[in-house]
């Protein structure tokens, strides 16, 4: 009876319109990233001979002129500007020919240089974070990031390659992926693959009720198909991903490091250290079934109050977007709890296995092993009530 049930469950799902009509979106959606928005993107490190060309001529033109009227020196309060733009357009001309000649490496060793130097003056009257609250913190971090990042790329002995400069090879871009809002995209469609779980079996009352099975049994096998399922169409979206990112724009290397800060009260880079990028994504990843699973488990408790998927699907996707409005960089404590004990600051699981939420939250207590305590603990308490709403809404009831 259970293979019955299992089987039966399987092709209502697999053969389901509205799923594969979403399926067929999130693709269209995964396309259009890869072809259109990665390749437009505006990255901090991207490198354009033309414009860094038109800089240059700019500034030489300048320089001329000082030449001519011997404004080479020390200014009271310009400082040796002359001397500080003949080291920018030394600097910048040797990373065009490394980089006109696809000698990446030599290029990051030219603007690594730079960057120690004069790059965190760049990076600190940039408009980056313009709508963060600690924008110039943020900026500061960012470019002790970028230091300890570029330097690792040259530590080893891996081909270094543009791509991995502006992150855009796949490995960075799975944790980037799962570090910001794309990961609620990923969460609803758990919700919405799953969201009509139970109303769609009043077009199959009879073989339903046939089965010498318990009403919570039938549940959780409901739920096993469901979370299953997904996971296939999320392994596969991001087995898509992979090959076709792969083919334009690179692996990386499972040996690349991504720098993070620790402890929270020092600012400077001496105290900062390196994870692996595999095993971050490794460890975001893990969280994403258990995640899937609470969703899933709530999709079944809201169907058996409203009996209706879009009441479902309403609430569940407010309930996974209450994640937005409790997070705050402001905020340490909500309701007189540590923010670190809701579930839904463990949404952003590429944050979590980063311990980037640490720095933007700036506390120390939202870990990979807190996020596993708190996720069971939410377990436990959605499995309570799915048992007890069960029971106060039996299979005749429901149907």
Same mark, same amino acid.
């Given at each position: +009876? ?23 979106? $999130?693709?269209? !959606? ?46 009271? +309060? ?36 730079? !960057? ?31 230091? !300890?990042?570029?330097?690792?790329? !040259? ?52 073989? $339903? ?14 739920? $096993? ?25 690179? #692996? ?68 996974? +977007?209450?994640?937005? #409005? ?30 980037? +939420? ?42």
């Amino acid at each position: +009876m259970f293979r019955t049930l299992l089987s039966h469950e399987f092709k209502l799902t697999f053969f389901s319109k509205k799923n594969n009509i979403f399926i067929g979106f $999130l693709l269209l !959606l995964l396309s259009l990233y890869i072809f259109i928005l990665l390749p437009n993107q505006d990255h901090e490190e991207s490198f354009s001979v033309e414009e860094v060309t038109q800089e240059l001529e700019d500034i030489e033109a300048l320089q001329d002129y000082r030449r001519d009227q011997g404004y080479t020196g020390t200014g009271v +309060m310009s400082g040796p500007h002359y001397a500080s733009q003949e080291f920018y357009l030394d600097i910048h001309n040797r990373q065009i020919t490394a980089y006109q000649k696809d000698n990446i490496r030599r290029y990051l060793h030219h603007r690594l240089y730079y !960057l120690d130097q004069f790059g965190e003056e760049e990076y600190i009257q940039s408009d980056l974070f313009a709508g963060e609250p600690f924008p110039g913190k943020d900026r500061l971090h960012l470019y002790n990031q970028t230091l !300890l990042r570029f330097q690792s790329y !040259l530590d080893q002995d891996h081909t270094i390659t543009m791509e991995m400069v502006e992150q855009k090879s796949t490995i960075q871009q799975m944790q980037q992926l799962i570090s910001q809002l794309t990961i609620y995209l990923l969460f609803f469609s758990v919700i919405y693959f799953n969201n009509d779980t139970l109303t769609r079996d009043k077009e199959h009352k009879t073989l $339903l009720q046939g089965l010498p099975l318990t009403w919570y049994s039938t549940l959780n096998i409901k739920s $096993l198909v469901g979370l299953l399922y997904t996971l296939c169409i999320l392994g596969g979206s991001f087995l898509f991903f992979i090959v076709i990112n792969s083919l334009l724009n690179g #692996f990386g290397h499972l040996e690349l490091l991504l720098p993070f800060k620790e402890p929270l009260e020092q600012v400077n880079i001496a105290h900062y250290d390196y994870l692996s990028l595999f095993h971050v994504l490794l460890k975001g990843l893990s969280l994403i079934p258990i995640i899937a699973y609470i969703f899933i488990r709530l999709n079944i408790i809201l169907s058996l109050i409203f009996k209706n998927p879009w009441a479902v699907l309403m609430v569940n996707t407010t309930l996974l +977007m209450s994640g937005t #409005f409790i997070y705050s960089r402001d905020r340490e404590t909500l309701f007189g709890f540590d923010i670190s004990s809701f579930p839904q600051i463990y949404f952003e699981v590429g944050k979590i296995a980063s311990s980037e +939420m640490n720095y933007l939250l700036n506390i120390d207590g939202v870990t990979y092993s807190k996020a596993l305590v708190v996720l069971c603990i939410t377990i436990l308490a959605v499995e309570l009530i799915l048992w007890v709403t069960s029971k106060l809404v039996p299979k005749q009831r429901f149907y």
